[in-house]
Nanobody, 123 residues
Framework: QVQLVESGGGLVQAGGSLGLSCVVS????????MGWFRQASGKEREFVSA????????ASPDSVKGRFTISRDNGKNTVYLRMNSLKPEDTAVYYC????????????????WGQGTQVTVSS
């Protein structure tokens, strides 16, 4: 059974930092591209970042470049998202997801999803 379990969400003031983790089980972790997406209340799901299986390739949209950093530890089957300089508009439920394809912003390319963790940024 494949499981993706996110943790690390919470409430933080604007300008602050937060780190998310996603522990994966039930699949060959180092083979899978891992992605982070987010969904704010009343909005569509949005791509945040992705990293290839060996960690050599990453992708992220301009909205988070320079503020968010994705990384992974294949020995721990864990992918991380370090978020700095947080803004109120970063408030959302953050999901990790796994894909057999390369890093992509297309959510349909991700086969497995976690349950999400809430991040709230206060102004």
């Amino acid at each position: 059974q494949v499981q993706l379990v996110e943790s690390g969400g919470g409430l933080v003031q604007a300008g602050g930092s937060l780190g998310l983790s996603c522990v994966v089980s039930g699949l060959p972790f180092s083979v899978y591209t891992m992605g982070w997406f987010r969904q704010a209340s009343g909005k569509e799901r949005e791509f945040v970042s992705a990293i290839s299986g060996r960690g050599g390739t990453t992708a992220s949209p301009d909205s988070v470049k320079g503020r968010f950093t994705i990384s992974r530890d294949n020995g721990k089957n864990t992918v991380y998202l370090r978020m700095n300089s947080l803004k109120p508009e970063d408030t959302a439920v953050y999901y990790c997801a796994a894909s057999t394809m390369g890093p992509s912003s297309a959510d349909y390319r991700y086969s497995y999803w976690g349950q999400g963790t809430q991040v709230t940024v206060s102004s």
